[in-house]
C-alpha cells in the first residue's frame, strides 16, 4: 500500500508547521549526524532532524538499555519547547541489514546473498518483521534497508547485500522487506529505505563507489526494476548511491534523483544522502552541497562536520543557491515522513511499548534465522551421496570459518567490517556448535591436524573468506585504487579484500587443510562460508561434497539441520558460479 502524504491530515499538519519555522530550524532538519559527532544539547540548540549510528557505532555497552538511554536523550532534545524553538521529534537511524546486527545479542539474519538462495520473499517479510521489533526494542525507528542492489560483478566488496545478479529475484523481495519493515506504519514498525540510488550493483569491474556505465534503458531495466515494488509498497525513504552514471555522481545527479525518482516514479518520502557522499561532488565543499541540495537530496547523512554542513545550506539558502522553495520541499517531505510514520505522537523511546523487549535475540527469532540459514545451503557437489551424514559417524571438523561466529555473520555485524571469533557475536551457534549438538562423537581441529584415518570417518572443512564491508571487499587487480569517490584531501582509498576470486590463492590455507585431511584418506564435505561464489575448482578436486552457505549469520545449527538430513538441501544458487572450466549458473542446486 503506497501512503498518500496528501492527505489532509499530513499536508495539514506539515503546512502549518512549516509557517512557524525558521530558516534555522528548517536547516537542522535535513542533517543526519554520526552519533559521535553530536549531543543532545547541540541537537536541541541546533533543531536537528535525525542522527545515526554508522557500522558499529554503539552508545555505552552496546546493550539495549544504553540504546534506548541514548535514543532518550536525542528525542528529549529534540522536543524540548522553549521560546525559538518547535519540537519535532528526532528520527535515529542506523544499518539493521540482517537483524540488527550492531548490537549484542540480537539475532543475526543470513545477508541477502543467502535469502536470495533460499527463494522465500514470505520468509524475507517474517526476516523484516522481526528485524523491526528489534531495532524497536533499541530505541531506533529507521533502518537503511532493503538494499536493492543487483550485483553484476562478484568483485564487488557488496555482493553479499545483494539479494541476486537477477533484478527479477532482487524485485521479488523489495516489497516484501519494505512491508516486514513498515507495516501499517503502526508502533510495531521502523521507517525502511531503499538503497542504494542507483546502479550501486553495476559498477565497471565491480569497483565499489565505481563508474556504472550503462545506457538508459538498461539502468532501466536492470537496476531501477526493484525499486518499483518498493516504491509501491510505500517505502518511506530512499538512499542516494555513492556510484556515478556514464561519469555523473548519484549525489549529485538532478534527473535521477528529481526528474525520475520524485517526479516520474512519484516517490513522496525523502532521499537521503549516503555517508559523506556529498563530500565526493567537488573539491569546494560548498558547491558540493549546493549541487546534492539542487539535486534532490533532502536529508544529509554528515559524519562529522555537521556544523560546516549547517552553515553553509544556511548561506545558500540566504543567497539563493539553493532556492527557498528546495529547502521547503526537503523539510515538507521530512515532516510528511515523521508524520506518517506517527512520530509526532509517540511518546518518548524509553516509554514505546517495545523499548527494551525481550524479543531481541529471543529464542523464537532465532528459530526463523535458523529456518532461513538451512533454505539458504545450496548443495554443489555431493559425490557417492555422501550427504547427509549420519549423526553416529566419527567426524572431524575443521576449517578457519568452522567455530567462528563472527566470520559467519560477515560485515556490518557489531563493527562495520564485522568480527572474528565467537565472544562478540552474543547467543547463536557457530557451525562446529551446531554440529556438536547432534554429532557428540564430533571433533574439532582447526587446522585438520588431528586428521587421523583410523579415528575418523568423514571430515567437515568449513572454509571461505573472513568479513568485510563496502570497498574492503572488493577484488580488485593489483595497482588500481578505489576509483570515483575520492577527491583531494580524502582519506585514502579503502585497502581491496584481494586480487581474485580464486580462494586458493586469496586463502590459501583452506586448500592445505583439505589436502592434510585427504592424505589420511578421509573423505572431505566442505561448507563455503563467503560472501559471494569464488573459484574453488582446485578445492572441488579434493573434496566429495560441498556446500555453498553464504554468511550465515547467528544461527550456525542451520547448517547441522541440512548436513545430517533433518531438512532437505532446497537453495539454489542466486549468482551464477564462476570456474575457470564451465559455470554453474543461476539457479542451480542439487
Ligand atoms: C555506508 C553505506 C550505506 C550505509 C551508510 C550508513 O557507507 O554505503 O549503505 O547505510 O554508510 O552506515
Not at 552514471?245 to 528529481?258: D, E, Q, S
Not at 562536520?305 to 521547503?328: F, T
Request: proline share 6%; with cysteine.
Amino acid at each position: 500500500m503506497s501512503f498518500d502524504p496528501a492527505a489532509p491530515s499530513t499536508t495539514a499538519f506539515v503546512d502549518q508547521l512549516l509557517s512557524r519555522m525558521t530558516l534555522e530550524q528548517k536547516v537542522g532538519q535535513m542533517l543526519q549526524p554520526e552519533r559521535m559527532a553530536i549531543t543532545p544539547e547541540e541537537v536541541a540548540r541546533h533543531h536537528i532532524g535525525s542522527v545515526l549510528s554508522g557500522g558499529g557505532s554503539a552508545p555505552g555497552a552496546n546493550v539495549p538499555a544504553d540504546w534506548i538511554a541514548m535514543n532518550d536523550a536525542y528525542w528529549m532534545a529534540s522536543m524540548r519547547d522553549e521560546p525559538g524553538r518547535v519540537p519535532i521529534p528526532l528520527l535515529y537511524g542506523v544499518d539493521a541489514v540482517h537483524g540488527h546486527g550492531n548490537v549484542l545479542g540480537a539475532t543475526v539474519f543470513p545477508h541477502n546473498i543467502g535469502l536470495g538462495a533460499a527463494r522465500d520473499p514470505e520468509l524475507a517479510e517474517r526476516i523484516a518483521r522481526i528485524t523491526a521489533r528489534e531495532v524497536l526494542a533499541t530505541g531506533v525507528d529507521w533502518t537503511f534497508a532493503p538494499t536493492l542492489a543487483v550485483a553484476r560483478h562478484l568483485y564487488w566488496g557488496r555482493t553479499y547485500e545483494s539479494f541476486s545478479e537477477d533484478t527479477t529475484l532482487v524485485a521479488s523481495y523489495a516489497a516484501p522487506f519494505v512491508r516486514g519493515l513498515q507495516g501499517d506504519l503502526g508502533t510495531d514498525s521502523v521507517i525502511a529505505c531503499a538503497k542504494h540510488w542507483i546502479g550501486d550493483g553495476g559498477t565497471t569491474d565491480g569497483r565499489d563507489q565505481g563508474n556504472t556505465v550503462i545506457s538508459e534503458e538498461e539502468l532501466e531495466r536492470v537496476h531501477m526494476a526493484p525499486y518499483l515494488p518498493a516504491l509501491e509498497a510505500g517505502v518511506l525513504t530512499v538512499m542516494a548511491s555513492f556510484n556515478s552514471w556514464n561519469g555523473v555522481k548519484c549525489h549529485g545527479n538532478r534527473y535521477l534523483i528529481t526528474e525520475v525518482l520524485k517526479e516520474r516514479l512519484g516517490f513522496d518520502g525523502f532521499v537521503i544522502s549516503d555517508w559523506d557522499g556529498v563530500d565526493y561532488l567537488s573539491d569546494d565543499p560548498a558547491e558540493a552541497l549546493a549541487m546534492a541540495a539542487n539535486a534532490g537530496i533532502d536529508m544529509f547523512m554528515v559524519s562529522v562536520k555537521w556544523e560546516q554542513y549547517l552553515d553553509v545550506l544556511l548561506q545558500h539558502a540566504r543567497s539563493g543557491v539553493v532556492p527557498m522553495s528546495r529547502i521547503d520541499d526537503a523539510v515538507r517531505r521530512i515532516l510528511s515522513v515523521k508524520h506518517r510514520y506517527g512520530l509526532f505522537d509517540r511518546p518518548r523511546p524509553a516509554a514505546r511499548p517495545w523499548a527494551q523487549h525481550s524479543c531481541l535475540g529471543a529464542p523464537e527469532h532465532r528459530a526463523v534465522a535458523r529456518e532461513a540459514v538451512r533454505k539458504s545451503l545450496v548443495l554443489l557437489q555431493n559425490d557417492g551421496d555422501i550427504l547427509p551424514l549420519s549423526r553416529s559417524a566419527r567426524i572431524l571438523v575443521a576449517g578457519k570459518n568452522a567455530d567462528n561466529r563472527g566470520h559467519q555473520c560477515g560485515g556490518f555485524t557489531v563493527a562495520w567490517q564485522g568480527t572474528s571469533g565467537n565472544q562478540s557475536i552474543v547467543g547463536g551457534t557457530s557451525i562446529w556448535e551446531g554440529i556438536r549438538e547432534v554429532a557428540p562423537d564430533a571433533v574439532l581441529s582447526e587446522d585438520g591436524s588431528a586428521a587421523d584415518g583410523a579415528e575418523h570417518d568423514v571430515a567437515i572443512v568449513v572454509i571461505g573468506e573472513r568479513p568485510y564491508a563496502e570497498g574492503m571487499g572488493d577484488i580488485r587487480p593489483p595497482g588500481t585504487v578505489q576509483p570515483g569517490s575520492r577527491t583531494a584531501g580524502q582519506p585514502a582509498p579503502l585497502a581491496p579484500y584481494g586480487e581474485t576470486l580464486e580462494l586458493r590463492i586469496l586463502h590459501p590455507e583452506d586448500l592445505a587443510c583439505i589436502r592434510a585431511i585427504r592424505a589420511q584418506g578421509i573423505p572431505v564435505v566442505a561448507v563455503l562460508v563467503s560472501g559471494r561464489p569464488l573459484i574453488v575448482d582446485t578445492e572441488l578436486e579434493h573434496t566429495s561434497a560441498f556446500v555453498a552457505a553464504w554468511l550465515p549469520g547467528s544461527e550456525g545449527q542451520g547448517v547441522a539441520d541440512v548436513l545430517f538430513g533433518d531438512h532437505p538441501f532446497t537453495g539454489v544458487l542466486p549468482f551464477s558460479w564462476p570456474t575457470i572450466g564451465t559455470r554453474w549458473p543461476r539457479g542451480y542446486g542439487l
